[in-house]
């Protein structure tokens, strides 16, 4: 007779991480010198990956002016522009693979990456893969889209990601179970924080985290807030200036006559006694101070809606079809830590590319770190990348970050990439890198480089 193995879960979420460990928040110190294997620039050994066009819808605010397109339909906008941007020299027909990063797909239908292929009007025989990394899921895209291209599995491939976070529906959790009459036994949960924003193993939202990192490491509330007001500043004198007009096309608003054709975010007349007058946004007693929390909605980012995509290809396919690119792709990296520490996984990520090529801050003109929380830019650019707050100010988010032009999480990650290379195509090309962070903290990095006019 056989024996019988039955298989169990060595951990369960509660109680993966010590009661000790949770209860001593900000004793455990992990190794930021380990950043995982080291490897050789896969790119540089293969077929060159270019981006030849990247655009975006505008950012819209929860419940705003996107609020009647679903995720898929803000995907098949973008796909449609970035391919219209070609004047013809890319006919749909002749995109290999579409891939889509988007979170909470929730109550979107079956692959929605899939939907907004087709109803971008792109042919039946185009596949298409959705991708959920969280907050890195848009540059993500991006890496597993070059990845084809350089392995000659592909020649052309379209890569973003999309997001409507207006959309994201609640949910009753016990329904499934036989519930015939009456009401469910336990409260409708909101997935757009269940699945987008909570950390599964401590049981709270990743902000509370970006809080106790941000004390632990000695970032006041003034330092956050004085971060928030220059994302804030930088972008609405960068949309002034017209600098987010090569990423950006007008969106028809379907309430409307109107169209949107900038970002529903940035706030221009922000100062810092306004960020100063707001409170924490939960109700939480930091373990390292002893004091509220420090992430408010002025220094963090809203819940948005928006699409974005970039379309890739090999340097000879588009030598093959007259076609320049904005930028190539040098490399990525991934590093993860324990999942308290997410704030400082984008300056690790960032790090370990840097270290791949050989390369140090000096070489790099410039930084884009996603604000997840004005403390996650602090962290990882100053305490993990070892910058001043003057060389911060100087190379980072220069036309402002996520707190001002929301976070659609799922597609946030591609538009980092593309902002920072329509502004080093601005400033005569050199190296640019984004790092961002994701749930449970995993950070992503993508290193590129725009070629001088």
Not at 23 to 36: C, H, I, N, Q, V
Not at 274 to 292: E, M, N, R
């Amino acid at each position: 007779m056989s024996e019988k193995v039955v298989q169990k879960l060595e951990h369960t979420r509660k109680n993966y991480y010590k009661d000790a460990e949770i209860a001593a928040y900000g004793e455990r110190k992990p190794d930021y010198s380990t950043l995982g294997r080291k490897i050789e620039n896969t790119y540089a050994r293969q077929r060159q990956v270019v981006c030849v066009e990247a655009c975006r819808t505008p950012y819209g605010k929860s419940l705003g002016a996107l609020l009647e397109y679903d995720a898929a339909q803000l995907g098949a906008l973008a796909i449609k522009e970035v391919l219209r941007r070609t004047k013809g020299k890319v006919a749909p027909g002749e995109v290999d693979y579409v891939i889509m990063g988007h979170v909470v797909q929730a109550g979107s239908g079956q692959v929605s990456s899939r939907q907004a292929t087709l109803l971008a009007g792109l042919p039946e025989h185009v596949p298409s893969i959705t991708v959920n990394k969280v907050c890195s899921s848009g540059v993500k895209t991006i890496d597993l889209g070059a990845q084809m291209i350089a392995l000659g599995r592909a020649e052309i491939v379209i890569a973003g990601g999309q997001e409507s976070m207006s959309n994201i529906p609640f949910s009753l959790p016990d329904m499934r179970r036989g519930r015939k009459m009456g009401l469910p036994t336990i409260d409708c949960v909101d997935l757009m924080v269940k699945d987008g924003l909570w950390d599964s193993f401590y049981e709270r939202h990743m902000a509370i985290h970006g809080s106790e990192v941000a004390d632990e490491f000695g970032y006041s509330r003034e330092e956050q807030d004085e971060w928030a007001l220059h994302s804030q500043l930088a972008a609405s004198a960068a949309i002034a200036a017209g600098k987010l007009d090569a990423e950006i096309f007008p969106v028809a608003v379907k309430t409307g006559k109107e169209t949107l054709e900038k970002d529903e975010g940035p706030r221009a007349n922000t100062t810092l006694e306004g960020l100063a007058k707001l409170g924490p946004v939960f109700d939480h007693i930091s373990a390292v101070t002893g004091k509220p929390g420090s992430v408010t909605a002025g220094n963090a980012p809203g819940t948005n809606d928006g699409g974005d995509v970039c379309l890739l290809m090999s340097r000879a396919k588009a030598d093959e079809l007259g076609l320049k690119p904005l930028f190539s792709i040098v490399d990525y990296a991934e590093v993860s830590q324990p999942t308290k520490d997410i704030a400082t996984v984008p300056g690790l990520s960032i790090k370990k590319v840097l270290e791949q090529n050989k390369l140090t801050l000096e070489d790099i003109k410039l930084i884009e770190i996603n604000e997840a929380f004005a403390a996650v830019a602090l962290v990882s650019a100053r305490t993990i990348l070892g910058m001043t707050k003057e060389q911060m100010y100087e190379k980072v988010n220069v036309n402002g970050g996520a707190i001002a032009y929301g976070h659609p999480i799922g597609a946030t990650g591609a538009r980092i990439v593309m902002t920072l290379a329509y502004e080093l195509k601005r400033r005569g090309g050199g190296y640019g890198v984004c790092g961002i962070c994701a749930g449970h903290a995993q950070g992503d990095a993508m290193l590129i480089y725009v070629e001088p006019d």
